[in-house]
């Protein structure tokens, strides 16, 4: 059973950059899609970034050439890079996993943390 936690979340001013991490305590050696997903009050959730364990990553348009996901080589830690920050990425943040490929959950994955909220102001 994978265990997620997120950390790193904050308030920033527009332009500004942070940093998430989420530790996987559970089976990382089997999580073949690791990914960051956003939700802000009153809409939906939305795909942020996915990695998968082949290092094959997705982005939103939104978040194209501004955000950055990565991982550490043993897998336990996902990140996500966020510069050149806007009031509109304002959301909570989860990361979540799935020992599917990514291309093969189309964004349903099964594991999930608890989120940390971004807050960006203009």
């Known amino acids: 059973q994978a265990q997620l936690a997120e950390s790193g979340g904050g308030s920033v001013q527009a332009g500004g950059s942070l940093r998430l991490s989420c530790v996987n305590s559970?089976?990382?050696?089997?999580?073949?899609?690791r990914g960051w997903f956003r939700q802000a009050p009153g809409k939906e959730r939305e795909e942020v970034a996915t990695?998968?364990?082949?290092?094959?990553?997705r982005y939103a348009d939104s978040v194209k050439g501004r955000f950055t996901i990565s991982k550490d080589n043993a897998g336990n830690t996902l990140y996500l890079q966020m510069n050149n920050l806007k009031p509109e990425d304002s959301a909570m943040y989860y990361c979540?996993?799935?020992?599917?490929?990514?291309?093969?959950?189309?964004?349903?994955?099964?594991?999930w943390g608890q989120g940390t909220q971004v807050t960006v102001s203009s």
């Open positions: 979540a996993a799935d020992h599917k490929y990514c291309e093969d959950v189309n964004g349903k994955l099964n594991y």
């Open positions: 559970g089976y990382s050696y089997s999580m073949h899609c």
């Open positions: 990695i998968d364990s082949d290092g094959v990553t």
